[in-house]
């Protein structure tokens, strides 16, 4: 186990200490804070929801396979309501594990079981740094991002869109921001699904980036989506469809709903889980119903707001709580499980810092397979901040040797260390500890550890300073990966195309 954390700068070729990449495991039990008859209460509400209440589908394909799968369809009002039997026989197709290959197969991940993946911030329209300050996002910044995420080993994913490239046309910067995915990483991709067209480029263009054709790649997929249900109870035209062209083609799609509670669901922790739990079997059933054995994730994104203002409120009480329940609510269903652990700091302070800790430890504790917007997340997702990424790389670096198995044999319990070293002495130059000092304990990158007189020597920075440092320094060190000459030229070919079949005027 000391060999995993030994020799940081040797694997990862740089001067920042990090730990080298690894699919994380949570060998721990998941925590359950309902009991048996809570939850299956939780799962007949939301049965109720679906059955007696419904939800509106905008688009008439989707309405259409509901229909052939024997939902009731109001043609008045679009709701579709499904009854239970419909959810369990969708549920039976569903697999409780599968793998998510990039172009670099050695960074391929398992979503399922105990194995856990951290994604990078996805969606915010803004970018901040301390050095240029808060600005709209760019592509320049968006492939920084992109190196980053490749450069720090705790980083398994990339979101969907780290930041908006604004300057980029709406209908076309898809193009460059999978691209960006493609040259400055080696890593998966979540790809956007509003709308069938996004969603097949980015399936298309990671096939190319793999050598493969659309057909194998739907036997070992390599791009995952985030579908999210308008809460409450509206799923639209555009997510349906890029829902239905992800599925079609084998890829993962991530049924996630996103809920605020006294917003768009009721005030109260079981109202809210009820209402999330039925819009999230809603589109994990669409998936089986396009594609049995389709790969699909339960999501889950449930807070609230602050009664005071109505502002998005996150890694509170509430949200870890909401983050362990969904866990319990995936087991029962058997399905990998995402979440996320938001803050709503809007800098990189104290807030950001504890709001990031409670919601991290309510996914971890919830078994989550995939924990999205695990670094960079800022400003209740408005920004995509450079500091704080360097933060929460930390804070999941921390996480990984927590969740790392303590090794346990009779060297280990050291008894004949303790015998060697007399009453009142100390261990700092006992064999036992020489042997291991090197690598005895994790070995922060941020974390400043020095006395009081050497820090303030040293410039008396913060960490908010240090982590400013850091990831200049890092992007120093980036080092982008290689990629095929034809496949290069490949991809330059399918985006020339795609640009010019899209058109500066479409929508």
Same mark, same amino acid.
């Given at each position: 186990m000391r060999e995993a954390r030994r020799g940081r700068r040797e694997r990862s070729g740089t001067s920042i200490r990090q730990l080298p990449w690894e699919q994380v495991r949570n060998p721990y039990p998941p925590m359950a804070i309902l009991n048996e008859e809570q939850l299956q209460t939780l799962h007949e509400t939301s049965i109720r929801i679906?059955? &007696?209440? @419904?939800?509106?589908?905008?688009?008439?394909?989707?309405? &259409?396979?509901?229909?052939?799968?024997?939902?009731?369809?109001?043609?008045?009002?679009?709701?579709? +309501?499904?009854? &239970?039997?419909?959810?369990?026989?969708? =549920?039976?197709?569903?697999?409780?594990?599968?793998?998510?290959?990039? +172009?670099?197969?050695?960074? +391929?991940?398992? =979503?399922?079981?105990? *194995?856990? !993946?951290?994604?990078?911030? !996805?969606?915010?329209?803004?970018? *901040?740094?301390?050095? +240029?300050?808060?600005? /709209?996002?760019?592509? &320049?910044?968006?492939?920084?991002?992109?190196? =980053?995420?490749? *450069?720090?080993?705790?980083?398994?994913?990339?979101?969907?869109?780290v930041t908006a490239p604004q300057e980029l046309p709406a209908n076309n910067r898809h193009l460059d921001t999978y691209n960006a995915n493609l040259t400055y990483s080696d890593l /998966?991709? *979540?790809?956007?699904? $509003?709308?069938? @067209?996004?969603?097949?480029?980015? $399936?298309?263009?990671?096939?190319?980036?793999?050598?493969?054709t659309l057909e194998e790649m739907a036997l070992d997929p390599g791009v995952i989506t985030i579908i999210s249900v308008n809460s409450p109870r509206l799923l639209d035209d555009a997510m349906g469809d890029g829902l239905i062209a992800m599925a079609e083609h084998g890829q993962v799609v991530t049924v996630t709903p996103f809920t605020l509670m006294g917003a768009m669901t009721p005030v109260t922790l079981p109202a809210a889980l009820a209402q999330q739990n039925a819009e999230a079997l809603f589109g994990i059933v669409l998936t089986q119903l396009v594609k049995p054995g389709a790969p699909v994730m339960y999501g889950a994104f449930t807070s609230n707001v602050d009664m005071r203002s109505g502002a998005p409120a996150f890694g509170t009480p509430e949200n870890a709580k909401a983050n362990v329940i969904a866990g319990q609510l995936a087991r029962r269903y058997d399905l990998p499980y995402r979440t996320s652990n938001a803050n709503a700091s809007n800098t990189v302070d104290l807030q950001a810092a504890y709001e990031t800790e409670m919601s991290t430890w309510g996914a971890v504790l919830g078994g989550a397979n995939m924990i999205y917007h695990a670094a960079g997340w800022l400003e209740g997702g408005l920004t995509a901040s450079y500091e704080k990424l360097i933060l929460d790389v930390e804070i999941l670096q921390n996480m990984t040797e927590f969740l790392r198995p303590i090794p346990w044999n009779e060297d280990e319990l050291g008894f004949d260390a303790i015998r060697d070293v007399s009453a009142g002495g100390h261990f700092f130059g006992s064999a036992h500890t020489m042997a291991r000092y090197e690598n005895a304990f994790y070995a922060p990158m941020l974390s400043d550890w020095r006395n009081y007189e050497n820090w303030e020597i040293a410039g008396a920075k913060d960490a908010t300073q240090r982590a400013t440092d850091l990831w200049q320094q890092a992007l120093t060190e980036y080092v982008q990966p290689p990629m095929d000459p034809a496949i290069r030229e490949e991809l330059d070919a399918y985006i020339a195309h795609r640009r010019e079949e899209i058109g500066n005027d479409e929508p």
């Open positions: 679906l059955s &007696e209440l @419904g939800v509106k589908v905008m688009g008439a394909n989707v309405r &259409e396979i509901f229909a052939r799968a024997g939902a009731i369809i109001d043609d008045e009002t679009d709701i579709v +309501r499904i009854d &239970e039997s419909i959810v369990t026989e969708a =549920l039976k197709t569903a697999p409780s594990e599968f793998t998510l290959t990039a +172009r670099n197969a050695e960074k +391929r991940l398992t =979503l399922g079981g105990n *194995h856990m !993946a951290f994604g990078l911030v !996805a969606g915010p329209p803004n970018v *901040h740094d301390r050095i +240029r300050g808060r600005r /709209s996002g760019n592509f &320049e910044d968006y492939a920084n991002f992109i190196r =980053l995420a490749h *450069h720090f080993n705790a980083i398994h994913l990339i979101g969907n869109q /998966s991709f *979540h790809c956007t699904a $509003i709308g069938r @067209g996004r969603a097949m480029d980015g $399936i298309r263009m990671m096939a190319i980036s793999r050598g493969m």
